[in-house]
């Protein structure tokens, strides 16, 4: 998994590549750590094949924490595989998704 992270103006856009899984959780959740400053974070997910509930869980941590700040948190370019995994966890009416 690889993480690339862009701040312009307070928004930070996080593109994420890859699977965020039992096995890259952890790296997923340091990259998340520092928000750069950021109050609103865009995820770019067009990258990502898999989310497991470790990653799930690691980005309603990232929720909580944008929106105890203030912020807004939003998920981009969703493949339509990983847009079923929010959809069957009821995620997707919790945060503002766009799929591809």
């Not at 959740?29 to 898999?50: I, M, R, T, W």
Request: aromatic share 8%; proline share 1%; charged share 25%.
């Amino acid at each position: 998994m690889t993480v690339t992270k862009t701040l312009k103006n307070d928004t930070l856009t996080v593109a994420v590549e890859g699977w965020i899984d039992t096995l890259t959780a952890q790296q997923y959740h340091e990259a998340l750590q520092d928000l750069e400053g950021a109050k609103n974070v865009v995820l770019d997910f067009s990258g990502v094949e898999y989310v497991s509930s470790a990653g799930l869980r690691e980005t309603v941590a990232l929720y909580r924490a944008v929106c105890a700040n203030g912020g807004t948190l939003s998920i981009r370019r969703v493949n339509p595989d990983v847009l079923k995994v929010f959809q069957l966890t009821g995620f997707d009416k919790k945060f503002d998704i766009l799929s591809d």
